[in-house]
């Protein structure tokens, strides 16, 4: 199926722990991103990257740190896990140089830090 | 900096009923898209609905039809027939010349049997 596929769906770690978060697209895009929700289901874009290439930072702690091997790939380093990153992070992509493409999210990852 | 406003945190309909939640932008750019995105409990981001600002026709999807008001930088989502599957939570969101999604804060609209 064409899709945006995260992994893990769930993950439960202690503070002080570094964690990964996994993300690929099969739909041929150029363009992915990382959003937060927090507790409130509010969204917030964390990181766009077109082409591996970063073109978004929002203010996002350097603990944070994407990376892009290929253009079908977007992964979310989280360094020193803290409580307040207990979240769920969702990942997209869209296709950069069409304006109206819509994004298309993966199912979320939703992060317990205890 | 664009922002999106969302006034009403949940609604509620009957079923079979019609249901409109709001949305309000801010932008000083001309040619941007508009989106609703619904979030169900499974957590999935579905796109329900897009209008592009350059189109005066409203975008309509089967029972989903939006009222866009430029000038007014308003932008509902009117669902008819409403049916128990489309409980959720609903975002409006905006993008320009920047492609990322800029969301509301949603509502959560609840179908009541």
């Known amino acids: 199926d064409t899709a945006v596929s995260q992994t893990p769906k769930y993950l439960v770690t202690q503070m002080g722990n570094d964690k990964s978060i996994k993300c690929e697209q099969n739909?041929?895009?150029?363009?992915m991103y990382w959003y937060k929700q927090d507790s409130k289901k509010f969204l917030k874009i964390m990181f766009s990257?077109?082409?591996?290439?970063?073109?978004i930072n929002e203010t996002v702690p350097n603990r944070f740190s994407p990376k892009s091997p290929d253009k079908a790939h977007l992964n979310l380093h989280i360094n020193s896990l803290e409580l307040g990153d207990s979240a769920v992070y969702f990942c997209?992509?869209?296709?950069?140089?069409?304006?109206?493409?819509?994004?298309?999210f993966g199912n979320g990852t939703r992060l317990t830090v205890t | 900096a664009q922002t999106v406003t969302q006034s009403q945190p949940e609604m509620s309909v009957q079923e079979a009923e019609t249901v409109t939640l709001s949305c309000t932008y801010d932008?000083?750019?001309?040619?941007?898209?508009l989106f609703w995105y619904k979030q169900p409990p499974s957590r999935q981001m579905i796109l329900v609905i897009r209008?592009?600002?350059?189109?005066?026709q409203n975008a309509t999807e089967n029972r989903f039809s939006v009222n866009f008001q430029k000038a007014a930088k308003s932008f509902s989502l009117k669902i008819s027939d409403s049916q128990l599957g489309d409980t959720a939570m609903y975002f409006c969101?905006?993008?320009?010349?920047?492609?990322?999604?800029?969301f509301g804060s949603g509502t959560q609209l609840t179908v009541l049997p």
């Open positions: 932008t000083s750019e001309n040619n941007y898209y």
């Open positions: 997209a992509s869209s296709q950069g140089d069409r304006t109206n493409s819509p994004l298309h």
């Open positions: 969101a905006f993008q320009g010349s920047a492609r990322q999604l800029t």
């Open positions: 209008q592009e600002a350059y189109k005066q």
């Open positions: 990257y077109n082409n591996k290439e970063l073109i």
């Open positions: 739909l041929g895009h150029d363009t």
